[in-house]
């Protein structure tokens, strides 16, 4: 189910504004990008700043940069870190998105689980 709105995103940010006026130029059913994956990763490789990126780089990054803020105290629902993602977990987080998180101490903290450790 693709349109599912725990599938959407919302934008907030400096770049709202130009995303939102790029969207609107868009006539129906006109695509964002004709990029394939595949082309993206080979433009990458060309370039020396790109070495070892991959198409789950930024997903990944903008996972672990969701963990740190909620372990910081950022209030929001962290279900909402998995749906960023696109990973299919409505009410929970998604063990596709713990994969992806890079901060493991950050998600631990987030996650509580020494409360439970400490009653081992």
Not at 18 to 27: E, H, N, R, T, W
Not at 64 to 90: C, M, N, W, Y
Request: hydrophobic fraction near 45%; aromatic fraction near 10%; charged fraction near 20%.
């Amino acid at each position: 189910m693709p349109f599912t709105p725990s599938r959407w995103t919302v934008i907030k940010g400096d770049w709202t504004q130009a995303i939102y006026v790029l969207l609107k130029s868009l006539l129906p059913f006109q695509k964002l990008t004709t990029w394939t994956t595949a082309m993206l990763i080979a433009e990458w490789r060309k370039s020396p700043n790109m070495v070892g990126y991959t198409a789950h780089s930024i997903k990944r990054g903008a996972v672990t940069h969701l963990f740190r803020k909620a372990d910081e105290g950022e209030q929001f629902s962290v279900v909402l870190i998995s749906r960023l993602a696109k990973h299919k977990a409505p009410e929970q987080i998604a063990d596709t998105t713990l994969r992806y998180g890079g901060d493991p101490v950050a998600m631990a903290r987030l996650l509580a689980t020494a409360t439970v450790t400490s009653l081992l």
